[in-house]
C-alpha cells in the first residue's frame, strides 16, 4: 500500500508562487504513477499532471502547462507541484493520488488547500 501527505499550501497573493510536496511512503516512488489534482470550491476533481518512472510527465491542462510542473525526487520519495503566476481561479484543494499507472488511482492523500484572494 501507499501513503500519501501533502504539504506546501498556504495563501499567496495573484503572481506569488507556492511548491507542493507530496510524501510518498509505504513502496518506492519508482514503482507507482503519482499525479497531482485541483478541485476548485463547489467543482469536480482535475487532473493536472502525472509523472510515473522516467516517462516525460503528462499534462492534462494545457492551460496550466506553462505555470505548473510536475518533478519528483526518488531519493526523498517525494513528488513536487510547482505552481508559478499564480491566479485567484487556482484556489481550491490539492490533492495527490497513486497507483500503478497514470489515469488508475487507488490511493489518496488529504490533500492541501491553497488559496488566491481576488
Known amino acids: 500500500q501507499l501513503q500519501l501527505v501533502e504539504s506546501g499550501g498556504g495563501t499567496v497573493q495573484p503572481g506569488g508562487s507556492l511548491k507542493l510536496s507530496c510524501a510518498v511512503s509505504?513502496?518506492?516512488?519508482?514503482?507507482?504513477?503519482i499525479a497531482w489534482f485541483h478541485q476548485a470550491p463547489g467543482k469536480e476533481r482535475e487532473e493536472i499532471s502525472c509523472?510515473?518512472?522516467?516517462?516525460?510527465?503528462?499534462y492534462y491542462t494545457e492551460s496550466l502547462k506553462g505555470r505548473f510542473t510536475i518533478s519528483k525526487d526518488n531519493a526523498k520519495n517525494t513528488v513536487y507541484l510547482q505552481m508559478n503566476s499564480l491566479k485567484p481561479e487556482d484556489t481550491g484543494v490539492y490533492y495527490c493520488?497513486?497507483?500503478?499507472?497514470?489515469?488508475?488511482?487507488?490511493?489518496w492523500g488529504q490533500g492541501t488547500q491553497v488559496t488566491v484572494p481576488s
Open positions: 509505504g513502496r518506492s516512488l519508482d514503482e507507482y504513477a
Open positions: 509523472i510515473r518512472g522516467r516517462s516525460a510527465p503528462t
Open positions: 493520488a497513486g497507483g500503478y499507472f497514470c489515469g488508475d488511482f487507488n490511493y
